[in-house]
């Protein structure tokens, strides 16, 4: 991947792309600074609200993917743990208190320099309505989980592994690349 940064952050000046002594990679190089400037994934940190035997999904009220259903999920913030930014994540998109209670999966996504963290939640109410982010907030049973009309392919391979170990009555801990080659109807229009 080629770095989408023009300008040094620390002095203004415009950047070299070179690979800097001693790495592999192709890097944003200031040449009047010698800052090295890194591009790494971005942290995505999302939850799985359960009630029962329901979960907890958010129709988008934003693009991308607007209209389409996913749980809450969102970008880390700075200072925040994986944890802490689901659980803000939740309540801003659904206005929903979680108790976050296991570690539910890691998701690559190298063709979009993402990395999600997914928990497995308790709500803590039932006192949800939609956010600025939602269009409609819902509880649905797995059977009724609007598969064709889910937001992104991270989401589909999440739930998928979910449904499966619910139905299986085993907890585990899950890994995986998702890619364009995992579900490549996300990515045909």
């Not at 934003?62 to 200072?79: K, V």
């Not at 269009?135 to 392919?153: C, G, N, R, T």
Request: charged residues 20%.
């Amino acid at each position: 991947m080629i770095p989408s940064i023009n300008f040094c952050s620390e002095c203004g000046n415009s950047v070299d792309r070179k690979i800097p002594e001693g790495e592999t990679l192709l890097r944003a190089v200031c040449p009047a600074c010698q800052t090295i400037h890194y591009q790494n994934p971005k942290v995505v940190a999302g939850s799985i609200p359960e009630w029962e035997d329901k979960i907890l999904l958010c129709r988008r009220a934003i693009e991308p993917r607007l209209g389409l259903w996913t749980f809450p999920a969102g970008f880390m913030e700075l200072g925040e743990s994986t944890e802490e930014a689901a659980a803000r994540e939740t309540l801003e998109e659904a206005h929903a208190d979680i108790h976050i209670h296991s570690l539910f999966g890691l998701f690559s996504l190298p063709h979009v320099s993402q990395v999600y963290v997914v928990y497995r939640a308790h709500l803590q109410n039932l006192n949800f309505k939609p956010g600025p982010e939602s269009l409609e907030v819902e509880l649905v049973s797995l059977q009724d989980i609007p598969w064709d009309q889910l937001a992104f392919p991270v989401i589909h391979e999440s739930l998928s592994r979910y449904v499966r170990d619910i139905q299986a009555a085993i907890t585990q801990t899950h890994s995986a690349i998702v890619s364009t080659k995992n579900h490549p109807s996300f990515y045909s229009t």
